[in-house]
T-cell receptor, first 109, second 112 residues
Framework: DGGITQSPKYLFRKEGQNVTLSCEQN?????MYWYRQDPGQGLRLIYY???????QKGDIAEGYSVSREKKESFPLTVTSAQKNPTAFYLC????????FGPGTRLTVL | GESVGLHLPTLSVQEGDNSIINCAYS??????FIWYKQESGKGPQFIID?????DKRQGQRVTVLLNKTVKHLSLQIAATQPGDSAVYFC???????????FGPGTRLSVLP
């Protein structure tokens, strides 16, 4: 079964805690992206990576961090510095267009 | 700045009718556009794309039209079915082609 997997599907976090969202792909795509989606709004870019060991900030990178140690993996850490982290987080790879994973819904309690 | 917007935030159509979802974009440098379908609680699904050297592209029951003169994009769905109910986003590749800019989406509701 190929594609993009994100885990967990639902995640709950207490205020002040860091949490890491997983994104794995077996499509052999070089570029990977993280987007945030809030209700009734479009997708906003957090971070992206064009190649292993390289990544760039998107429009709303504050309070987030990423790593790209392997081509298949692009984990996103939501830090305690992110003031409003409750959202739906989407990972994507790029081959021409963007192809999205199933998403992780993060709720801060 | 760059922006992608939609004229209609919600659209209700009768089952079997054709649907037209519109999108305006502001970045004249964009040369690649995509329509996505997103069902509740799921990730966006790639529907159809079009490059700026084309005016029209057809898929299965879907057609995308691009009018570069007025920077307008539309998605036409033929014989709309209940399974087409979802939020539809357009996206443009913006400056340098590295990232995509998304609009807020249009919710399509198919009435029985």
């Amino acid at each position: 079964d190929g594609g993009i997997t994100q885990s967990p599907k639902y995640l709950f976090r207490k205020e002040g805690q860091n949490v890491t969202l997983s994104c794995e792909q077996n499509l052999n795509h070089d570029a990977m992206y993280w987007y945030r989606q809030d209700p009734g709004q479009g997708l906003r870019l957090i971070y992206y990576s064009q190649i292993v060991n390289d990544f760039q900030k998107g429009d709303i990178a504050e309070g987030y961090s990423v790593s790209r140690e392997k081509k298949e993996s692009f984990p996103l850490t939501v830090t305690s510095a992110q003031k409003n982290p409750t959202a739906f987080y989407l990972c994507a790879t790029r081959a021409g267009g963007l192809f999205f994973g199933p998403g992780t819904r993060l709720t801060v309690l | 700045g760059e922006s992608v917007g939609l004229h209609l935030p919600t659209l209700s159509v009768q089952e079997g009718d054709n649907s037209i979802i519109n999108c305006a974009y502001s970045n004249s440098a964009s040369d690649y556009f995509i329509w996505y379908k997103q069902e509740s609680g799921k990730g966006p699904q790639f529907i159809i794309d079009i490059r700026s050297n084309m005016d029209k592209r057809q898929g299965q029951r879907v057609t995308v039209l691009l009018n570069k003169t007025v920077k307008h994009l539309s998605l036409q769905i033929a014989a709309t079915q209940p399974g087409d109910s979802a939020v539809y986003f357009c996206a443009e590749n913006g400056n340098y082609g590295q990232n995509f800019v998304f609009g807020p989406g249009t919710r399509l509701s198919v009435l029985p």
